[in-house]
């Protein structure tokens, strides 16, 4: 009878592909995995790298780095990767050797862009730029440049948060001098009344979209100067997108009686007849509200067409005490 060598692996693949499925999250058993067999090596090493999370100066980015320089199949096999940032930021070379990231998430605790040092800077738009990146998630990052987006197309998700309550409060990152063309599919953004200004008019210029579904934006300042700002950059969505779910969040006071009825009257009408702008759901939240139920009356008031298709929901959130 012959003996069978205990690296020998006479498993079916599909058995092993499962048993490795079934280990996920459990590192240690993976780690045990690949010095089993060979045939267990490489699906135990793409389920350990599928997923990294990097801080800024820990010891062990350098010895990920010398195992991605003797190993470069594991640059390949990192697909999602959260990188947190300390209010310090060190440099990271290991960032380059991700050749098939598809998310990314950069975590800064409220650290502005200009702080970072120059190389880590690049490093982080080279991987933005990779031509595998499809979602890049910002939480807490400051004054980054927005206009590297134009040449990122690969990109579909793109969302802004900050680090506390991130429905409501996002942080600014935008610029008043940057205007900013985008084609994702799903836009999160936090945003100011953003001026243009060689023609001193309020744009955001969304015409380079063309697979754009859902928007979520949050304005901040005058409810009124943001429903003009909204219908203006609405105006420049192309006929090529087919919305169908917006979310308004305007972060700041409204009352009831301020004279803005044709704004609502705009985007109501944008949102009916335009094929392109039809929706199935137009949420609207303001936030530092007064008066509850006279601001939902209101708004709703002036949106008759989308109250009449049951298309519009109001929400109003207190104004802190």
């Given at each position: 009878?012959?003996?069978?060598s205990?690296?020998?692996?006479?498993?079916?693949?599909?058995?092993?592909?499962?048993?490795?499925?079934?280990?996920s999250?459990?590192?240690?058993?993976?780690?045990?995995?690949?010095?089993?067999?060979?045939?267990?090596?490489?699906?135990?090493?793409?389920?350990?790298f599928?997923?990294?999370?990097?801080?800024?100066?820990?010891?062990?980015?350098?010895?990920?780095?010398d195992?991605m320089?003797?190993?470069?199949?594991?640059q390949?096999?990192?697909?999602?990767?959260r990188?947190?940032?300390?209010?310090?930021?060190?440099?990271?070379?290991?960032?380059?050797?991700?050749?098939?990231?598809?998310?990314?998430?950069?975590?800064?605790?409220?650290?502005?862009?200009?702080?970072?040092?120059?190389?880590?800077?690049?490093?982080?738009?080279?991987?933005?730029?990779?031509r595998?990146?499809?979602?890049?998630?910002?939480?807490?990052?400051?004054?980054?440049?927005?206009?590297?987006?134009?040449?990122?197309?690969?990109?579909?998700?793109?969302?802004?948060?900050?680090?506390?309550?991130?429905?409501?409060k996002?942080?600014?990152?935008?610029?008043?001098?940057?205007?900013?063309?985008?084609?994702?599919?799903?836009?999160?953004?936090?945003?100011?009344?953003?001026?243009?200004?060689?023609?001193?008019?309020?744009?955001?210029?969304?015409s380079?979209?063309?697979?754009?579904?859902?928007?979520?934006i949050?304005?901040?300042?005058?409810?009124?100067?943001?429903?003009?700002?909204?219908?203006?950059?609405?105006?420049?969505?192309?006929?090529?997108?087919?919305?169908?779910?917006?979310?308004?969040?305007?972060?700041?006071?409204?009352?009831?009686?301020?004279?803005?009825?044709?704004?609502?009257?705009?985007?109501?009408?944008?949102?009916?007849?335009?094929?392109?702008?039809?929706?199935?759901?137009?949420?609207?939240i303001?936030?530092?509200?007064t008066?509850?139920?006279?601001?939902?009356?209101?708004?709703?008031?002036?949106?008759?067409k989308?109250?009449?298709?049951?298309?519009?929901?109001?929400?109003?959130?207190?104004?802190?005490?």
């Open positions: 009878m012959s003996s069978t205990p690296r020998s692996c006479p498993l079916p693949q599909e058995l092993i592909d499962y048993i490795v499925v079934e280990l999250g459990d590192w240690r058993s993976l780690e045990a995995c690949c010095l089993t067999a060979k045939c267990f090596r490489k699906p135990s090493q793409k389920a350990l599928k997923t990294l999370t990097l801080y800024d100066g820990s010891l062990e980015n350098t010895r990920l780095d195992a320089s003797s190993n470069t199949l594991l390949t096999y990192v697909q999602t990767l990188l947190r940032l300390s209010p310090k930021p060190k440099v990271m070379p290991v960032l380059r050797k991700f050749t098939s990231l598809r998310s990314l998430r950069i975590e800064a605790f409220v650290l502005c862009w200009m702080n970072i040092h120059s190389h880590l800077q690049q490093d982080i738009l080279y991987l933005i730029q990779s595998t990146l499809e979602q890049l998630i910002f939480q807490s990052l400051s004054g980054f440049p927005l206009g590297i987006l134009r040449h990122c197309p690969q990109l579909k998700d793109l969302q802004f948060f900050s680090s506390d309550r991130p429905e409501v996002p942080i600014d990152l935008l610029n008043d001098e940057e205007i900013v063309s985008f084609d994702f599919a799903h836009v999160v953004l936090p945003l100011t009344n953003c001026a243009d200004r060689s023609s001193g008019s309020m744009c955001l210029d969304l380079g979209l063309t697979n754009l579904r859902v928007i979520h949050t304005w901040f300042g005058s409810v009124s100067l943001s429903l003009h700002f909204a219908a203006t950059m609405f105006d420049t969505v192309s006929k090529q997108n087919k919305l169908q779910e917006i979310k308004f969040i305007f972060d700041g006071t409204y009352y009831p009686s301020e004279p803005d009825y044709g704004s609502w009257m705009r985007l109501d009408g944008m949102f009916t007849e335009s094929a392109h702008l039809k929706i199935s759901h137009f949420l609207i303001m936030t530092h509200s008066e509850d139920d006279e601001c939902k009356f209101t708004i709703l008031e002036r949106l008759p989308l109250q009449s298709k049951g298309l519009v929901e109001v929400q109003c959130l207190p104004r802190p005490r």
